[in-house]
Nanobody, 122 residues
Framework: QVQLVEFGGGLVQAGGSLRLSCATSRRTLGAMAWFRQAPGKEREIVAAINWSGGSTYYEDSVRGRFTISRDSAKNTMYLQMNGLKPEDTAVYYC?????????????????WGQGTQVTVSS
């Protein structure tokens, strides 16, 4: 079992920045991702990263504004969010899968964090 804990959510004005962190309870080589879920909407992929950090994916609406990264030495994944918009408001979840390859499908992830709220005011 692996536990994931997210940090860094909060309230920010439009145009501002936040950095989310996701710490794992032990070292893992699996692919990881950030998902988000707004009220009344389905959970959607935000960004994903493979085991080495050499391959990444961004959902169209965040590409160019968000950056996903991971630090294996610290067992931590990050999501740097710049140029935040009110439509980015959601609960953000980090996820980990047991295999190495990048994946966009929530059901393929094996472990999840508890979520952290991001609210962007206009």
């Amino acid at each position: 079992q692996v536990q994931l804990v997210e940090f860094g959510g909060g309230l920010v004005q439009a145009g501002g920045s936040l950095r989310l962190s996701c710490a794992t309870s032990r070292r893992t080589l699996g692919a990881m991702a950030w998902f988000r879920q707004a009220p009344g909407k389905e959970r959607e992929i935000v960004a994903a990263i493979n085991w080495s950090g050499g391959s990444t994916y961004y959902e169209d609406s965040v590409r160019g504004r968000f950056t996903i990264s991971r630090d294996s030495a610290k067992n931590t994944m990050y999501l740097q969010m710049n140029g935040l918009k009110p439509e980015d408001t959601a609960v953000y979840y980090c996820a980990l899968k047991n295999t190495l390859d990048l994946d966009l499908t929530p059901n393929n992830y094996d472990f999840w964090g508890q979520g952290t709220q991001v609210t962007v005011s206009s």
